[in-house]
């Protein structure tokens, strides 16, 4: 079931969690989420690098229905019952919700994920706002935080109308 255990393997062999490549020229992940629906079966992952600027999400997931789903990041780690514990949409300053609506969005606002008639997931999303630690938008802070991936597209305006949450993540650093 997906690569979990071989990316915390390169992870360890690189010898820091924050490696960006091994020996091999993989690249290797500062952090991991590993996707679960409502009945806690995995159904995906999000590995998380540390990019020239903020981050890269690679997302991956099966099991989806096909056809457009918002994807955010919600401002809580913990993924329980119908993952409204995950709170809100990460939106550490404030913002108003929207990539396309308004003068700013959530630092949780991200672009719709895709699934193929086969259910299937695969996108990279650079996501140059988010930092892992960093000073603005950390994604590790104090209660963490989780992938959310929604029923419906979301709209990019005020109203996310992007319905029920499916799957859920919480990010983990990487080899932890
Ligand atoms: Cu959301």
């Given at each position: 079931?997906?690569?979990?255990?071989?990316?915390?393997?390169?992870?360890?062999?690189?010898?820091?969690?924050?490696?960006?490549?091994d020996?091999?020229?993989?690249?290797?992940?500062?952090?991991?989420?590993?996707?679960?629906?409502?009945?806690?079966?995995?159904?995906?992952?999000?590995?998380?690098?540390?990019?020239?600027?903020?981050?890269?999400?690679?997302?991956?997931?099966?099991?989806?229905?096909p056809?457009?789903?918002?994807f955010?990041?919600?401002?809580?780690?913990?993924?329980?019952?119908?993952?409204?514990?995950?709170?809100?949409?990460?939106?550490?300053?404030?913002?108003?919700?929207?990539?396309?609506?308004?003068d700013?969005?959530?630092?949780?606002?991200?672009?719709?994920?895709?699934?193929?008639?086969?259910?299937?997931?695969?996108?990279?999303?650079?996501?140059?706002?988010?930092?892992?630690?960093?000073?603005?938008?950390?994604?590790?802070?104090?209660?963490?935080?989780?992938?959310?991936?929604?029923?419906?597209?979301?709209?990019?305006?005020?109203?996310?109308g992007?319905g029920?949450?499916?799957?859920?993540?919480?990010?983990?650093?990487?080899?932890?």
């Amino acid at each position: 079931m997906f690569t979990r255990s071989l990316i915390c393997a390169a992870a360890l062999a690189a010898g820091m969690a924050h490696a960006q490549s091994d020996a091999s020229g993989e690249m290797s992940p500062a952090a991991m989420a590993t996707l679960v629906n409502a009945d806690g079966a995995e159904v995906g992952e999000v590995q998380i690098f540390e990019a020239t600027e903020g981050l890269l999400l690679r997302v991956s997931a099966s099991d989806m229905e096909p056809g457009y789903h918002g994807f955010h990041l919600h401002e809580t780690g913990a993924c329980e019952g119908d993952f409204t514990s995950a709170g809100d949409h990460y939106n550490p300053d404030g913002s108003e919700h929207g990539l396309l609506a308004g003068d700013s969005a959530h630092a949780g606002d991200l672009p719709n994920i895709f699934a193929s008639d086969a259910g299937e997931v695969r996108a990279d999303i650079h996501a140059a706002h988010l930092t892992m630690d960093g000073d603005t938008a950390p994604i590790m802070d104090d209660d963490g935080s989780a992938f959310i991936i929604h029923e419906n597209a979301d709209s990019y305006q005020a109203e996310a109308g992007a319905g029920g949450r499916v799957a859920c993540g919480i990010v983990e650093m990487a080899g932890s």
